[in-house]
């Protein structure tokens, strides 16, 4: 198993550009999530989901669009790229029941994105 | 704000002391809890989890405590080594959306630094 992956691991872009990080897991995993993680913080919650079709908002959404097609991908959208949005970016996934995470998360590389 | 923190943002030990970092949470429904340790540039490792119905889980030369009473969340690591010097976080497992489905929040974390 490969585990979580994310694409691209680094990224620069322009302020009012859009892009999408990629996020794929093949553990079967139920849950993911997307954090951003600011240089010397904690890892805040942007979206998440508990199954393919059902996505909600996290702690800091606004900026950011999520779609849950599969169960295996999890792709994340900057509609408009701030430079407030300058971050490391994770990807997790974890099994899930009853709308809860019941396990571990694991977590993907991150991808490290600066808007100038 | 936040719903976790942490109480001491830096924690200096010697090589082979025990080490304990704590954690508070203010959300009372909270029934799962995940500490995970961070390495420079790296995601977070899960380290050991605990469900509600418990106080206290042990792993390999960790445990962690759970005290539901005062809302507070413990990592307490035995023979402390150089290899254990990373940034540690408790998460909580929390419902952000409001649509019932929970989501795991990360505190601000500790830092660890293990003198040889």
């Known amino acids: 198993n490969a585990g979580v992956t994310q694409t691209p691991k680094f990224q620069v872009l322009k302020t009012g550009q859009s892009m999408t990080l990629q996020c794929a897991q093949d553990?079967?995993?139920?849950?993911m999530s997307w954090y951003r993680q600011d240089p010397g913080m904690g890892l805040r919650l942007i979206h998440y989901?508990?199954?393919?079709?059902?996505?909600d908002q996290g702690e800091v959404p606004n900026g950011y669009n999520v779609s849950r097609s599969t169960t295996e991908d999890f792709p994340l959208r900057l509609l408009s790229a701030a430079p407030s949005q300058t971050s490391v970016y994770f990807c997790?996934?974890?099994?899930?029941?009853?709308?809860?995470?019941?396990?571990?998360?694991?977590f993907g590389p991150g991808t490290r994105l600066t808007v100038l | 704000g936040e719903s976790v923190g942490l109480h001491l943002p830096t924690l200096s030990v010697q090589e082979g002391d025990n080490s304990i970092i704590n954690c508070a949470y203010s959300n009372s429904a909270s029934d799962y809890f995940i500490w995970y340790k961070q390495e420079s540039g790296k995601g977070p490792q899960f380290i050991i989890d605990?469900?509600?119905?418990?106080d206290k889980r042990q792993g390999q030369r960790v445990t962690v405590l759970l005290n539901k009473t005062v809302k507070h969340l413990s990592l307490q690591i035995a023979a402390t080594q150089p290899g254990d010097s990373a940034v540690y976080f408790c998460a909580e497992n929390i419902n952000p959306s409001g649509t019932g489905r929970r989501a795991l929040t990360f505190g601000s974390g500790t830092r660890l630094q293990v003198q040889p």
């Open positions: 989901s508990v199954g393919a079709g059902i996505t």
């Open positions: 605990i469900r509600s119905n418990m």
């Open positions: 553990m079967n995993h139920e849950y």
């Open positions: 997790a996934s974890s099994y899930s029941s009853g709308g809860r995470v019941r396990d571990t998360q694991y």
